[in-house]
């Protein structure tokens, strides 16, 4: 095991690499959490694990900050708004429609005994945005994908709209609609009466991902300063405006303190400062973070369930459950994801060529 050097591991296709290191942390942290702390609570271990890891809340909070800043950075740079609206549905659909094919095959085995799916349900979630369209969720880790799928949409719009050429005055826009939005829903949900209307007030925060827009606009920010666009000090006072604001509409009770430490990190992966995140394993673990994101949880319970009742201790279980899934979503993604990737940017190229040669030139003027 080794560590690549600064110059070779942001240099590979133009990717930062340490970025990419930051989505398998998150990883990481997702599975220690629901395999020690989500797992004890919902189905137990034959006897207590010993500890627990529950910091999960961050791994999301940390993957939604990268996000803003990563397509921010990709939008911006490559100014084809249809080309990276077809390379993320692209680089999502494939191992999402396989981990939904997944559940479905492991639904109601122990211990996800009692669950059954609808036509309804699995429609819904074959649109990625089942809560939206007032669905649970077949694996339940991919909340969080719906709401990414809904920050493509707004930043797009921001982008076709020019709104992205003064994205500090956007930003301050979106900071006040979250936090009015946000503090308007839960005093009116504490109300002993609560208004009729005050579920269509709720539908509108969630489509509009106000409660996690803050932490999207930390890293919307981050890249106007990484780009050197605009004022340092101004972009800087945004980026604390939008902690302030995610802290003071937060019904999950992160910690300050950890915010700032994640964007330190994040930060110090943007610019190359953080050596130990170009550890070769963890830059492995980038390549099947997404697949591991999916993958781990309900599968994971199920591997975990039979092998601790069939008497391997709870750490021992844990640990192969961790391997396991692993495994399995290093397969999903060399054998699945991979080719229908390929597949799929292979004949997006070849559509756009197609419409570029059947598009008229336009004829010269005398």
Not at 139 to 144: C, I, L
Not at 324 to 332: D, E, L, M, P
Request: net charge positive; aromatic share 12%; hydrophobic share 50%.
């Amino acid at each position: 095991m080794s560590i690549e050097s600064p110059t070779t591991a942001s240099s590979k296709k133009g990717r930062i690499i340490e970025l990419d290191s930051l989505r398998a942390l998150a990883a990481i942290n997702l599975v220690l959490f629901h395999f020690t702390h989500v797992y004890a609570v919902k189905y137990g271990y034959t006897s207590p694990l010993g500890f627990e890891f529950p910091f999960g809340k961050y791994g999301v909070q940390l993957f939604f900050m990268l996000s803003g800043l990563v397509n921010a950075m990709t939008l911006m740079k490559k100014n084809d708004a249809p080309g990276f609206i077809a390379g993320r549905m692209i680089r999502i659909c494939p191992s999402f429609w396989a981990v939904i094919v997944i559940n479905l095959l492991i639904a109601g085995t122990a211990p996800l005994t009692g669950m059954g799916y609808s036509a309804e349900q699995i429609a819904a979630n074959l649109t990625i945005m089942p809560n939206l369209l007032g669905f649970e969720c077949i694996e339940p880790v991919t909340w969080t994908l719906q709401i990414e799928i809904l920050f493509y949409g707004m930043i797009l719009f921001l982008f076709l709209t020019r709104a992205l050429e003064r994205p500090l005055r956007t930003v301050t826009y979106l900071l006040i609609l979250s936090c009015v939005t946000c503090l308007s829903v839960s005093f009116l949900s504490g109300l002993p009466n609560a208004p009729y209307w005050l579920a269509g007030l709720i539908w509108y925060r969630d489509l509009l991902i106000l409660e996690y827009l803050p932490l999207f606009t930390i890293g919307i920010l981050l890249n106007e300063i990484k780009c050197q666009r605009g004022s340092l000090v101004g972009n800087g006072i945004g980026i604390v405006a939008s902690m302030v604001v995610f802290h003071v509409i937060d019904q999950h009770d992160h910690n300050p303190a950890a915010t700032l430490i994640l964007f330190g990190l994040l930060l110090a992966a943007l610019y190359g400062r953080a050596p130990f995140l170009r550890f070769r394993p963890l830059v492995w673990v980038s390549t099947i973070s997404y697949a591991l994101y999916l993958l781990h949880n309900n599968l994971g319970c199920v591997f975990i369930w039979y092998i601790n009742q069939a008497g391997v201790p709870p750490v021992a279980a844990m640990l192969a459950g961790i391997v396991f899934v692993t495994g399995v979503s290093a397969v999903v993604t060399n054998k699945v994801e991979a080719p229908l990737t390929r597949w799929m940017q292979n004949h997006w190229v070849e559509r756009r060529k197609r419409a570029a040669i059947a598009r008229p030139v336009p004829k010269p003027t005398a």
